[in-house]
């Protein structure tokens, strides 16, 4: 793990207890007696206070758990849709699936286990405050359902890559702090990223999709969101600068770069996605496209065809290409 430069959030003290759908809760996460069941699998489940859903509240099993999308308490169905805050933080887990249905993972949930593997739900919206902290992740996938991650949900992982994907808009306070990242793709949903996110972790790349969200600046808080002496380089395009809160050749104390992009004009013939690319790299030579009754004689830097494009160049501007057709002389 790398070296700390700043302090993770500590798990409350005296956090043995939670109340859920106001239930009472013994320190196991078990309700009062005739408020749940227990599922053959070891989960005990809370009705919750909509009709036909329940909350896992407690567990009593092996190490690799699956929350289901429904459970039969032997006369109806429900729909597994959130759970408890401090579920699994006394159980030794190495494998966690959770189910469709559930939309929430509770603070402290699955604190200092043993996971090295966890699948979200596409309906999760939210993972709550120190969630999966001190565990053995080094891989996390967030759905595009989520749209916060909270406090410390992840902190004290060797956690080597991240995918946040576009839906998201905040990240807590230490949420990432303590990992072994070495860069991260923000999306351009993201509004706010907090105080010591990504501190402690060796990140040299931020590669951003959209307008600049608010963060702890470097320069004047004793914990930004990303550690300064750690060579951060980041990346945002051109698009967003200025008026989409970035600036060259430095942001907010951090070193900063505009990765250009190259854009791929058919001429009548369909469609192709545009390429980022990383700045003062050349963009490689890309698949030649197809089209019906024509046939492809490459790419050129002008619209009137007259210069070809170098895709071993260096490019450091957005710049658009155009393909050139010929009729095809076999074509029916």
Sequence with gaps: MSTACSSPPEIPSGVTAASFVGLPVTSHG?????????????I??????????????????????????????????YLVTAVADEFFSSIVLDSVSIGE????????????????????ANTLTNIGQGAFAGNALTTVDIPESVTTVNDGA????????????????????????????????IPASMTTIGRGAFSGAPLTSATFAGAAPSIHRSLTSDTP?????????????SQFGVEGGFTSPTWLGYDSVIDPIVSFELNGHGTTGEQRLVAGNSPGQPVDPEAA??????????????????FTATVTDDVTVFAKWAANPVAT
């Design 293 to 310: 009754n024509v046939v492809f004689c490459g790419w050129y830097r002008d619209a009137a065809l007259t210069v070809p494009f170098d």
């Design 30 to 42: 078990a309700p009062t007696a005739g408020a749940f069941f227990t599922a053959h699998n070891g």
């Design 44 to 77: 005990t489940y809370a009705y919750g206070t909509e009709d036909g859903t329940v909350t896992a509240v407690g567990y009593n099993g092996p190490s690799t758990v699956v929350v289901p999308e429904t459970v039969s308490n032997g006369v109806d169905e």
């Design 225 to 237: 969101t990303f550690d300064a002496e750690c060579g951060l380089v980041v990346h945002y395009l």
């Design 154 to 185: 992840f902190a004290s992982n060797p956690l080597t890559s991240v995918k946040l994907r576009e839906g998201l808009t905040e990240i807590g306070a230490y949420a990432f702090e303590q990992t072994e990242l070495t860069s991260i793709s």
């Design 101 to 120: 249905n559930v939309t929430s993972i509770g603070s402290w949930c699955f604190v200092n286990d043993n996971l090295t593997t966890i699948v979200f």
